[in-house]
């Protein structure tokens, strides 16, 4: 498991609540798309998992993720681990 130092999780979080999305409420596929690209290095199958079991809203026939959810599954996929228990809101 790669360990994200505290500094990486501060921008990752201050980037993914600054980013413009089209919904108030979080994320569509195409910006989570996009927000993957910021992170080459991230393990998509980690982020996955973790992103899989998320909860959301649907809004205009998109599924929204929420900022804490991607914030989540971004730590997960750049620390190759899965998603504890502990960590669902």
């Known amino acids: ?9 501060k921008e990752i979080i201050e ?6 999305t089209k919904s108030i409420y979080g994320f569509n596929k195409k910006e989570i798309n996009e927000i993957l690209k910021k992170f080459p290095q991230i393990n998509e199958e980690f982020f996955n ?3 899989g079991g998320a909860t959301g809203i ?10 804490d959810d991607i914030i989540n599954a971004v ?12 960590i669902w809101d």
């Open 58 to 67: 649907t809004n205009k026939n998109e599924f929204i993720y929420y900022h």
């Open 75 to 86: 730590k997960c996929g750049l620390e190759n681990k899965n998603l504890s228990i502990w």
């Open 49 to 51: 998992n973790a992103i």
């Open 15 to 20: 980037y993914i609540q600054k980013y413009k």
């Open 1 to 9: 498991m790669n360990k994200v130092n505290e500094n990486i999780k």
